[in-house]
């Protein structure tokens, strides 16, 4: 088994005075591809914030290629080579496409990440409109926009955050396809998504949370013997 990127134990957190996560355990591989299920409120997407230390309070262990990350601040966690790409994309509109990528400062251990011109070759269509302003892209142009953005960091493990939701369906098979490259180039990726049957062929695992808790995990060649189980936990 390949070295491990992310390592969570007893993970907590909190908004405000909400408990929201109630001892969260999971571990990614370098490499991998991992995916958490699970339905709206459950916790998931409350599990990639408090990775990067974006809740309120979290108390238990996240270690990020070895290194604890519980008591860093945000901006030193991202420079563990994080990239998070929130449901919201967060691009700014009042800059160009290109703008947009040229961004963000570099992260992680090797320093810069992918060139523009890399960029490009994997995202024609930004190519394409690299002088739009952001807000003028389609829904599928700014979620390439949001992932490209943090491929230019050197980051290298992803947390993606329902990067299909709302989008047409050749728009979430570019996505999907996206996704492959980026495994086989050796980046590791953590997705938080709705739609299983996007996620399914793409995860090596998988992680359903309910109520701020793991309930199940499972690997990838297992999935047909837990159709049930995930038609009760999650009406998939």
Known sequence: MSAVALEIKGLNAWYGESHILHGIDLTVHKGEVVTLLGRNGAGRTTTLRAILGLTGARTGSVRIGGVEAIDMPTFKIAKLGVGYCPEERGIFASLSCEENLLLPPPVGALGGGMSLAEIY?????????????????????????????????????????????????????????????????????????????????????????????????????ELPSKQAVLTELLGV
Do not use: C, W
């Open 121 to 221: 070759e994997m995202f024609p269509n930004l190519l394409e409109r690299r002088n739009s302003p952001g807000t003028r892209l389609s829904g599928g142009e700014q979620q390439m926009l949001a992932v490209a953005r943090i491929l230019r960091t050197g980051a290298n493990l992803l947390l993606l955050d329902e990067i299909s939701e709302g989008l047409a369906p050749v728009i979430v098979q570019a996505l999907g396809r996206m996704i492959k490259m980026l495994k086989s180039k050796g980046y590791t990726i953590v997705m938080v998504e709705q739609n299983f049957r996007f996620a399914a062929p793409l995860a090596d695992r998988f992680y359903v949370v309910e109520h701020g808790q793991i309930v199940e995990h499972f690997d990838a060649a």
